[in-house]
């Protein structure tokens, strides 16, 4: 065997098998092929800005969504920087505005009342659909990024460290609070819970779809849309972070 003769030809031989070992370990499985060219779209339908307006100073550069609610003949938007609008869908007509004079970090959520935002300062606030006065609000346990949803009798919140929270819409009393296991690592994002009349589903970092329920806050069912898988905390992000679309009476959702 070379590597017993001297020295030097040892570490020339050691090299040569540490090469390999390193060639051996990888396979064809780790390339990447070249994607499918992408496909060329001739637009059928031709869009046109019917009117825009600008909303506060943007996200500050955060890493937001600020998503403006549509209620059909009125659209309530929020920037990050506590400027509130609320507009006539057809025209951007202006029917009031509110500087709330402290940054924003989720909304606009809303019911036939209220609207619901949430604070960089974690609290939840109700406004008043009419004039966007403040109608309560309360501390939370820890920051917020997707908008608040009420179905008329609770408004429904999640923090991102997996704990789902249900305020009363009328005094703003907190109802219950539904607390998750999160993951050592996770992904900056979050979904708003679907609420219902009887269950609020909650997308979960943990890869988990939670249905609870409105009256108790009790877990009813869940599901695992994906398990954990690899040897990294970052090969084994599971997150679902998009909100669940229901058709009929199943619920379609997505993970990372």
């Not at 499985?29 to 506060?56: K, N, R, Y």
């Not at 920037?79 to 402290?102: K, M």
């Not at 009393?173 to 979050?190: F, T």
Request: net charge negative; with cysteine.
């Amino acid at each position: 065997m070379p590597w017993l003769v001297n020295g030097h030809t040892r570490l020339l031989s050691l090299a040569g098998m540490l090469t390999l070992a390193v060639l051996a370990g990888c396979s064809t499985s780790d390339t990447f092929e070249q994607p499918a060219p992408v496909p060329e779209i001739s637009s059928s339908v031709g869009l046109e800005p019917v009117w825009s307006m600008g909303v506060g100073d943007g996200h500050d550069d955060n890493f937001l969504y600020l998503a403006p609610l549509n209620t059909g003949d009125r659209l309530y938007a929020a920037s990050a920087d506590g400027e509130v609008y609320a507009v006539g869908s057809e025209n951007g007509e202006v029917f009031w505005f509110r500087d709330l004079d402290e940054e924003i970090s989720a909304g606009v959520g809303g019911d036939q009342g209220n609207l619901y935002l949430v604070t960089r300062d974690a609290e939840l606030m109700a406004l008043s659909r009419e004039d966007g006065s403040e109608l309560w609000r309360q501390p939370l346990p820890n920051e917020v990024l997707a908008s608040p949803q009420s179905n008329g009798r609770l408004v429904v919140t999640q923090t991102i460290d997996g704990k789902v929270l249900a305020f009363d819409t009328a005094s703003g009393e907190q109802a219950w609070q539904y607390d998750s296991d999160v993951p050592v690592l996770s992904i900056r994002a979050a979904a708003s819970p679907l609420v219902g009349a009887d269950l609020v589903l909650a997308s979960l970092a943990n890869g988990k779809l939670m249905a609870i329920s409105t009256q108790t806050g009790q877990p009813v069912w869940q599901y695992e849309v994906g398990q954990p898988q690899g040897r990294t905390e970052l090969e084994r992000l599971v997150d679902v972070a998009g909100e669940p679309l229901i058709l009929e009476s199943a619920a379609m959702i997505v993970g990372y």
